[in-house]
DNA sequence: CACATATTATTTGTATGCAAATAATATGTG
DNA sequence: CACATATTATTTGCATACAAATAATATGTG
């Protein structure tokens, strides 16, 4: 490889990189960063999971979980309930504050999303979105 | 967006996240990252550059570099010089032990290209480059 | 030349991310 | 039930990354 522009995790991180701040800009009139923004996320989909379903779902390290957590809870958007079946558990749980920015924050990351699928064509939309989420999330579902 | 794995940033995160195992893998038996090898490959290219000259490169926050070098000197990898022409600034060359990881380096990190190339097409794989270039290097050429 | 502005590198503070170690609790095997 | 093993969350340490502030030096304008 003789440009470091040919190597793919360059690339990647590159293109990361600009998407990140995109949305970082998006979501900063909220106080929220994107990775809160997709723990959030989550919740909403389904209210009171566990620290480690959490992790699982959005490929993160328990480490990396507690300290998005701890800067949630402080911003008073998610509360721990211990897990009454499982003591070495928390179930993590919306506050009301953070039940509410769900239409605000996907609003503005959709905005997000429509700005970067404007660069390309349909098809090629299409097809990035399977090559990410082959190479990035494994063998589960093309898009 | 209903799923957030319908969300580009985190795709591209993803995506990113697992070519950067990859690399952090088969580069840590020389005690390297993935980032320290890019910025060890722009000085392979280019010799005594400035620091402001690798951040551009590499769209690298300045605060992110003097970092990244200050890792790189303490391994003995590279060295800071003064420059003569301007006092605010260093310029960064490599020691000769930094020049010895040129070769091993650029072929572990080439397999690793080669590794994620495999799980497309030929035209996937260019049309993925061509994307992700767009997206996170600007206008700055297509391949 | 003097002085406002710009550039460069560094420092500090915050936020990911992972590895490794720890503590508490569950689970499985005898 | 007892004990080895596994699971879960947290803590600590290190490495990116950026924003904002700082210090030193250049540059441009008068």
Not at 81 to 98: A, E, H, M, Q
Not at 101 to 109: A, D, G, R, S, W
Not at 129 to 136: C, D, F, P, Q, V
Request: proline residues 3%.
């Amino acid at each position: 490889m003789d440009r470091i522009e040919d190597c793919y995790g360059f690339l990647l991180g590159k293109a990361y990189q600009k998407v990140w701040q995109m949305e970082k800009a998006a979501l900063s009139q909220y106080g929220i960063t994107p990775v809160q923004f997709v723990l959030l996320h989550v919740l909403w989909e389904k209210d009171g999971q566990k620290g480690v379903e959490l992790g699982s779902r959005l490929r993160l390290d328990g480490a990396t979980i507690t300290g998005v957590l701890d800067r949630l809870e402080k911003m008073g958007l998610i509360e721990r309930r211990p897990d009454l079946n499982d003591r070495r558990t928390n179930l993590i749980f919306l506050t009301p504050k953070g039940s509410e920015l769900e239409k605000p924050l996907n609003q503005v990351t959709d905005a997000v999303n429509k700005e970067v699928i404007s660069m390309f064509s349909e098809e090629e939309a299409k097809m990035f979105k399977s090559m990410l989420t082959k190479l990035g999330l494994g063998q589960k579902g093309h898009s």
